[in-house]
């Protein structure tokens, strides 16, 4: 429970607020040994995402993130497939509950997906978060490092549409599954945890 504390009192200041505006969300320093529930980097699997859900944030480090006992939320994977329509090579959705959970709709989902270019990621972006406006009361603008990012807050799930390189990532996060003055910090906490393993910028041929 100490890393519950870490995060919700050093990033309490990060609350959201309505209306839109810019922030700037610096990337701490992660460390990189077992247990951590960071993820094995892109030069270490043949994949431009992971292939399981516990090598993008496991059970143990999301159980500490959502202020749940230790290695209490369970881990459900879903593979996707490919959309060369709009460039998409590789798409992963993570679904995490907490014990007890009930309903039809996950307490915290994670979408990531890797596409041709930075350029598709990107697109793929604006168009997904124009659709979002519309079921949205507020959204921010905000930068995670050098990855763009909007954050929505709607009736009953707060949800974060994230573009970095040739990756997104999509979390939404339903009403309750943490303070609501802390969704904002845990929510940016986790997407940076997840960032450095997606797929880097091409170096030769597009795959």
Do not use: W
């Not at 143990?60 to 329509?85: C, E, F, I, K, N």
């Amino acid at each position: 429970m100490a890393l519950v504390a870490i995060v919700f009192g050093a990033l309490a200041g990060c609350g959201n607020s309505a209306g839109q505006r810019d922030t700037e969300e610096p990337i701490p320093t992660f460390s990189n040994e077992p247990g951590s529930g960071r993820a094995l980097g892109p030069t270490q699997r043949e994949t431009l995402l992971p292939i399981d859900c516990t090598d993008v944030l496991a059970g143990p480090a999301m159980s500490a993130l959502l202020g749940q006992p230790v290695d209490s939320v369970s881990v459900h994977t879903v593979l996707g497939l490919p959309a060369p329509s709009v460039g998409r090579l590789e798409r992963l959705t993570c679904q995490y509950d907490r014990p007890g959970h009930r309903a039809a709709t996950a307490d915290l989902e994670m979408v990531l997906a890797a596409y041709t270019s930075r350029a598709a990621a990107d697109k793929q972006l604006s168009t997904n978060v124009a659709a979002e406006r519309f079921e949205a009361a507020a959204s921010d603008s905000l930068s995670i490092g050098s990855a763009r990012a909007v954050l929505f807050d709607e009736k009953v799930k707060s949800v974060l549409m994230v573009s970095s390189g040739r990756s997104s990532i999509t979390m939404t996060m339903q009403r309750g599954v943490v303070p609501p003055e802390y969704t904002r910090a845990v929510m940016v906490d986790m997407v940076q945890r997840v960032l450095p393993n997606l797929a880097r910028e091409p170096t030769g041929e597009s795959r």
